[in-house]
């Protein structure tokens, strides 16, 4: 039975090649040969990395941000529509910082625009985090898919872990964006709802804005009003497609690393031994133990890129918990309180996933001990089994995130949780202490 003809297209050169079940090289114009390999899943061929889980949610997110996540200068990009969705976002900064000055005695407004500022802040440095790092996360990525199509076509049944670690990660960055996509949706037709039922109470007409800003213009006029409601949401706009690219590339790179472990994980289960040629056993032995070096490298390299985000994402959200909780507490059940359930949730789901992130990295890259154990070592020759003893002592330093001085795990996640309730009970001590 013959290969499914098909045509793919290129990431560097955008161009449709044809492609069977085999390898397929595109010689692209800046004479960078890209590879990949597919199969005929109707013909019983073995797949290999599945093009439409890798990285999907990712490049979407990037796309609407007006970055090509493929390619590592900005030949492809759309530098047009990022300098506006920043730039209108970075200046935002301005009428919320002087909503904050301007309403320090009261707390639910000037909660309202701290958070706010907090998640632009946030935003800012992603944004300076993949401007700075970008040429290195897109290396990173093709260095992934290079050694995991390599894995799987060495050992067919690997793909079964690559796609399914690609499946979790899709499912997850898919549930975020939806999350973030409800805020950013609800940011907008929030001063609708405030307006009209203010209206059916009062009889009255105020206009509100998704934000809490101070303006040096009356944004209670009609001309005004309409710009100034664009501005407020070019930057949610901004603000959560810069978030959504930057954290669901983090989440790609954690299940993708998770996968590189657990492939070095099984073939160390079913290293068999050869005592008829112990040179070869000791080799596949040293070839697996690359696998995972190269593993621990990649993660710590991804380590060190992502501290920076980490850090201020805990720091943060952690901030924004504080004061959106209490903008929560305060407004529950108005239709108002809606907006920040879900930009509260969304909060929460960020914070769990980077904390589920670190920890997953963590425990796949500490488990290669176990499977260390679990492998046929009695089995094996002198030299193979003290090469497995000295794997074993290196494998119990696993791999991991790090914001500079504390690691994302569920431990800490908890303690956030913990200590913005804290706060959030704090606030509103003091709000009811102002309205008495």
Not at 192 to 203: E, F
Not at 331 to 338: A, K, T
Not at 423 to 433: G, H, I, Q, T
Request: hydrophobic share 50%.
């Amino acid at each position: 039975m013959g290969t499914w003809p098909m045509k793919v297209v290129c990431h560097h050169c955008h161009m449709p090649h044809p492609l069977g079940g085999h390898t397929y090289v595109c010689m692209c114009a800046s004479g960078r040969i890209y590879k990949a390999l597919t199969s005929c899943r109707v013909h019983g061929l073995t797949a290999t990395m599945d093009a439409a889980y890798f990285l999907r949610v990712q490049v979407l997110a990037f796309r609407l941000m007006g970055y090509d996540l493929w390619n590592s200068s900005s030949s492809h990009d759309r530098p047009q529509l990022t300098l506006v969705v920043i730039g209108l976002m970075g200046l935002f900064m301005a009428p919320l910082f002087f909503s904050i000055l301007h309403n320090l005695t009261n707390v639910s407004i000037m909660s309202d625009a701290m958070g706010s500022l907090l998640a632009i802040m946030l935003t800012l440095v992603k944004y300076s985090v993949f401007v700075y790092y970008r040429k290195r996360f897109v290396q990173l990525i093709y260095r992934i898919r290079d050694i995991l199509e390599r894995e799987i076509k060495a050992l067919p049944e690997t793909a079964a872990i690559v796609e399914a670690e690609n499946r979790s990660d899709q499912s997850l960055s898919l549930t975020y964006m939806r999350c973030f996509i409800g805020a950013l949706i609800f940011a907008g037709i929030k001063p609708i709802v405030i307006m009209i039922t203010t209206r059916l109470r009062t009889g009255l007409t105020h206009l509100e804005l998704p934000h809490s800003g101070v303006y040096p213009w009356n944004d209670q006029a009609p001309v005004p009003y309409a710009p100034t409601y664009l501005w407020n949401l070019m930057a949610s706009y901004g603000a959560v497609t810069m978030s959504l690219a930057m954290d669901t590339l983090l989440f790609a790179f954690t299940y993708n690393v998770c996968a590189v472990f657990k492939i070095a994980q099984h073939r160390i289960r079913h290293l068999l031994p050869r005592s008829q040629a112990p040179r070869q056993e000791f080799q596949a032995l040293v070839k697996v133990l690359e696998l995972h070096q190269t593993g621990l490298l990649i993660g710590t390299q991804l380590g060190h890129s992502l501290r920076p985000l980490v850090f201020m994402q805990f720091f943060v959200t952690a901030l924004q918990l504080c004061f959106l909780g209490f903008q929560l507490a305060d407004l529950f059940p108005s239709p108002e309180c809606i907006y920040f359930v879900f930009f509260v949730g969304s909060l929460l789901i960020a914070l769990f996933i980077y904390s589920h992130c670190g920890e997953n990295m963590k425990q796949a890259s500490a488990d290669f001990a176990i499977a260390l154990y679990d492998s046929n070592w009695v089995d094996f020759a002198p030299p193979t089994k003290r090469l497995l003893i000295v794997a074993i002592m290196r494998a119990q330093r696993p791999c991991q995130l790090n914001g500079y001085f504390f690691e994302p795990n569920m431990a800490t996640f908890s303690a956030v949780v913990r200590s913005a309730i804290s706060y959030v009970m704090m606030l509103r001590s003091f709000s009811a202490a102002e309205q008495s």
